[in-house]
């Protein structure tokens, strides 16, 4: 019973690379349990050959995200509108990412992520080739030398040394969207006065000249198709959203990204609302909608 208590501990931490790696709680959830399967059709001999049972679930989670993530691709070239990550509460996946510098060598060879559920890092991964976002977020997330990700990613350990550092330029270009928690959520806040009392000036002074706002309703829920941007467009948006949705409760939430809005009918979550801060000001509104997207906020999550 021991053994397979070391397997199903993992699963928690399997949930956590498969979602980093794909965006999506039921991708996630689909990769996890393919690869439990894939563990227990071995016979008695091969586990017992398996000296790391926990470096095995990895490495055979990894290579399935992997196929995943190809034929996410093509799924996404026909999705309804505008596609964004899942978002999860903040603390859904706290500690089950353990890296530290002496495992990687190198401390300075990957990205300090103290963000890696936020949406904002998420985009950045979306626009990875499948084989960039593997091999970033084993090495820089969760501490895989690159001589094992290369027999995961089948190429070699240099390139896929340059494939991690071409993911965690992606992600250093993009750094200027982590802000202190303090200026985020003063923002936010400032955001949620402005919407509650209508004040269209107010809710205008609080988004960045190039804000930009996006709504996932995967085809399934009513959203907006297209990118809604600049401050007076946004705020007047979000201002006749409101009116309509009045009768909904909103909930303040921490999220990966900071603090963001949960809004409910009764007991039943509508959608789930997070942003972006830089500079003082909402730069991203996300706007999640697709209740297949919204798994982690249910039963009081």
Request: proline share 4%; charged share 25%.
């Amino acid at each position: 019973m021991g053994e397979l208590d070391d397997v199903i501990v993992e699963r928690r931490r399997l949930m956590s690379l498969a979602y980093r790696m794909t965006g999506t709680l039921a991708d996630a959830e689909d990769i996890v349990q393919e690869t439990y399967l894939r563990w227990y059709r071995l016979d008695d001999a091969e586990r017992e050959a398996i000296a790391n049972p926990a470096g095995w679930l990895t490495r055979v989670a990894s290579r399935v995200a992997l196929d995943v993530l190809g034929s996410a691709r093509k799924r996404r070239e026909q999705y309804v509108g505008q596609w964004l990550p899942e978002p999860v509460p903040a603390d859904l996946f706290t500690g089950a990412a353990s890296v530290t510098a002496a495992a990687l060598g190198d401390p300075l060879d990957r990205v300090t992520l103290d963000d890696t559920v936020s949406t904002a890092l998420l985009v950045v991964l979306e626009a990875m080739t499948p084989a960039e976002r593997v091999a970033f977020v084993l090495h820089d997330v969760f501490g895989l030398p690159f001589e094992e990700i290369a027999e995961i990613v089948g190429r070699s350990p240099a390139a896929v040394r340059q494939l991690a550092a071409t993911g965690r330029r992606h992600v250093r270009e993009n750094r200027s969207s982590v802000v202190a928690r303090d200026e985020h959520d003063r923002a936010v806040e400032a955001f949620r006065d402005a919407t509650l009392t209508g004040d269209l000036q107010a809710l205008m002074r609080v988004l960045a000249p190039g804000v930009e706002l996006r709504s996932d309703g995967g085809g399934v829920v009513s959203a907006a198709r297209n990118v809604v941007a600049s401050p007076d467009r946004v705020a007047r948006f979000i201002l006749g959203v409101a009116e309509k949705q009045a009768h909904l409760s909103m909930e303040q939430q921490r999220m990966g990204d900071g603090l963001g809005f949960v809004f409910r009918d009764g007991d039943t979550v509508m959608s789930v609302v997070n942003f972006r801060v830089e500079d003082g000001l909402i730069r991203d509104v996300w706007i999640m909608l697709n209740p297949e997207k919204l798994t982690g906020w249910r039963d009081g999550a």
